[in-house]
T-cell receptor, first 115, second 110 residues
Framework: NAGVMQNPRHLVRRRGQEARLRCSPMKGHSHVYWYRQLPEEGLKFMVYLQKENIIDESGMPKERFSAEFPKEGPSILRIQQVVRGDSAAYFC?????????????FGPGTRLTVL | GEDVEQSLFLSVREGDSSVINCTYTDSSSTYLYWYKQEPGAGLQLLTYIFSNMDMKQDQRLTVLLNKKDKHLSLRIADTQTGDSAIYFCAETRNTDKLIFGTGTRLQVFP
């Protein structure tokens, strides 16, 4: 059973470009979470999604950031018009059932560098 | 508040025990977790404890939970150089998200 997969592992963008980060949850998992880790810091929750639904986006910046988890295909975290402050590691996690009762398993992360 | 705090660094000699501490603020925490992050890698789940427990042991790992003081610790017995990493504690309440601590960088020297 493959773990949580994220791609690309490394992404370089110039200021003003768009970044698209992909996450494929573990097989059988229908809950996806995105976290951001700034350099030398812990992880901060961004958004929690189930298939076709955003459940909690309380950690998402109000502008430029969006996330989706379509019926088919991976979850996508999209950052429009990137700025240098968006440089970070973005981690996706998945869990199979209701949160709080099942642990979240993390992918290897996408390291975004904005030039 | 949502603060989960850890000391930043810990240095131990190979073969000794390591104890990594974590304090949290919300008494409604339901599950508490320990994750390990090696350089350039994702987070590996090490162990977790439900809030109605006070201890859990899993091979070289022992988790102690003092709910009264909101204090969680991870003890690694017979620490090896491969244990060098950043260790994060995290909590969930009755919500969906993990609240992470700042991470403790463990360095094991020969």
């Amino acid at each position: 059973n493959a773990g949580v997969m994220q791609n690309p592992r490394h992404l370089v963008r110039r200021r003003g470009q768009e970044a698209r980060l992909r996450c494929s949850p573990m097989k059988g998992h229908s809950h996806v979470y995105w976290y951001r880790q700034l350099p030398e810091e812990g992880l901060k929750f961004m958004v929690y999604l189930q298939k076709e639904n955003i459940i909690d986006e309380s950690g998402m910046p109000k502008e430029r950031f969006s996330a989706e988890f379509p019926k088919e295909g991976p979850s996508i975290l999209r950052i429009q018009q990137v700025v240098r402050g968006d440089s970070a590691a973005y981690f996706c996690a998945s869990s199979p059932v209701s949160p709080g009762t099942d642990t979240q398993y993390f992918g290897p992360g996408t390291r975004l560098t904005v030039l | 508040g949502e603060d989960v705090e850890q000391s930043l660094f810990l240095s131990v000699r190979e073969g000794d025990s390591s104890v990594i501490n974590c304090t949290y603020t919300d008494s409604s925490s339901t599950y508490l977790y320990w994750y390990k992050q090696e350089p350039g890698a994702g987070l590996q789940l090490l162990t977790y404890i439900f809030s109605n427990m006070d201890m859990k042991q899993d091979q070289r790992l022992t988790v102690l939970l003092n709910k009264k003081d909101k204090h969680l610790s991870l003890r690694i017995a017979d620490t090896q150089t491969g244990d060098s990493a950043i260790y994060f504690c995290a909590e969930t309440r009755n919500t969906d998200k993990l609240i992470f601590g700042t991470g403790t960088r463990l360095q094991v020297f020969p």
